[in-house]
């Protein structure tokens, strides 16, 4: 789950850009939060409710590359989540930022 959210985030981030990594007491329901923030072109408010959906892919600039991307990663991360009783979520602002979170009790 976590190798994927970082892939991801490297995958999405422009050079130059920035990658954020945090793990924290979950400030809502406690247990822990993931946090992978990484600067880019952003997912448009449309895409969000449907990213962790199996075989979704955003938008065209996020299109499959040579090395793979079937739209299957952050399904898996959301089904890792829920089987540790745990959810995950992602927020974004168009142009500047994109913010996975997976909320896991302990």
């Known amino acids: 789950m976590v190798d994927h959210l ?3 985030a490297l995958q999405f981030t422009p050079v130059g850009g920035t990658i954020g990594v945090r793990i924290e007491p979950n400030p809502v329901g406690g ?3 993931l946090t992978v923030e990484n600067s ?3 997912i448009s408010a449309a895409d969000l409710p449907h990213l962790f959906e199996p075989f979704y892919r955003a938008d065209p600039a996020r ?3 040579a090395d793979g991307g079937a739209g299957l990663g952050l399904a898996l991360v959301a089904s890792i989540a829920h089987l540790h009783g745990g959810l995950a979520h992602a927020s974004s602002v168009g142009g500047r930022t994109t913010c996975f979170e997976v909320d896991i009790p302990v």
């Open 40 to 42: 880019g072109p952003g």
């Open 31 to 33: 247990g822990l939060r």
């Open 6 to 8: 970082l892939e991801n």
């Open 63 to 65: 299109t499959r590359t």
